[in-house]
Structure formats: structure tokens, C-alpha cells
């Protein structure tokens, strides 16, 4: 079946680094997503990995193992700002035919 | 780009009450999803159409609830009848489905925020 695990709150200190782990069981994977959602608005695109390995961004860096169905979002040097949601969401099937399937998301609170 | 829009962005309606929320997807993109969110399920996805065809509705909850793409620039989303339990926000997101544009890249809609009583 489609399932997707990730913690549901986590509390880092500004300037610090934070890893958001996400694991998943899902057939068909074709993408692993990562989203960021302010408390009040809409998810925004943070990263999309399909192959195995590190996608870094800026201070936001997103890995994916296919292997150990395993996901991590990593935020270094954290800003006040980065106090939000944070969606793992996985894609499965081929284009045309998509499901995606969102976790019910990390609650990030950065601390001064 | 304004970006995809939804209307209204907040409604109250009592049970019974049929409901229609409006998204106009961003213009050039042929993907459209039909989205709700609580505190308790998180975000789900109910509905996507590519180029103005259903492609997945198992999302959707029950017979109560219908979508329709009748252009690539608009989709409604229609609950009838309402009830308290259909209380969420629901967002609206589009995408190209056209490799060179970051098909993977969902942008969503403010939201609208539905209030059963």
C-alpha cells in the first residue's frame, strides 16, 4: 500500500542545522518531492529528487535512497523564517498517469 | 504571471448547502489538482486532469463531490450537499506536463478556506 512516515514536530535553533527524515512504501515511485507550507498559506516547490543521491539548493539540500524507500530535507543555517511545514510527497506511475501522495507533513519550529 | 487563482478564497455555508469553489490554473500549464487539507488527514489529493481530462478521481470522497475542467483556463469543484465534515481548506495546483518546464514543479493557489456548519 502507499504510505509515507515523517516526524510530526521538530524544534531547532537558529543557525543550526536540521535533518526532516521521511520514509515511504509506495509501488511505482517516480519522484520524491519536498514542500514547504507557512502556517495560513499554500505549499511551495522546495526540491524534487527522482535518482538516488544529494540535491542541494542554497542552505536546503534534499537525498534519496530507492533502496531503503528513505528521504531527508536538511536545513543548514536556520533563519527564524524557516518555521513552517514541511511536506514529503511521493509520485507514482508514469507521466499521464500520476498519483502523488502527501505525508501529513514536519511542523519546524526555529528557536532564537 | 498572477499565479493560479481560486474564488473565494473563504466560504460558510450551512449543511445541505451546495458549494462551488473556482481555480484558474497558470497560464500554459495542462496539469490541474484538485487538493484538501486538515489538521487530522493532512493534504489530500482528490483529482487531477491533464489537459482538461480526469485522469485520477479516487481521491475524491464520495458521490457528493464533483470536478470539472471544461478549459485549460478554468475547473470547479463542486460539494452537494454539503456537510460539517467537509470543512477543510482546498487548494487548487497546476503544472506542465512538458518535460522542459519542470513538469515535477506543482504551484498551488491560495486556498479557500470552507466552513460547514
Known sequence: GQNIDQPTEMTATEGAIVQINCTYQTSGFNGLFWYQQHAGEAPT?????????????GRFSSFLSRSKGYSYLLLKEL???????YLCAVREGTSGTYKYIFGTGTRLKVLA | DAGVIQSPRHEVTEMGQEVTLRCKPISGHNSLFWYRQTMMRGLELLIYFNNNVPIDDSGMPEDRFSAKMPNASFSTL????????????YFCASSSIIRAHRSYEQYFGPGTRLTVT
Open chain 1, 45 to 57: 516547490f522546495l526540491s524534487y529528487n527522482v535518482l538516488d543521491g544529494l540535491e542541494e539548493k
Open chain 1, 79 to 85: 533563519q527564524m523564517k524557516d518555521s513552517a511545514s
Open chain 2, 78 to 89: 463542486k460539494i452537494q450537499p454539503s456537510e460539517p465534515r467537509d470543512s477543510a481548506v
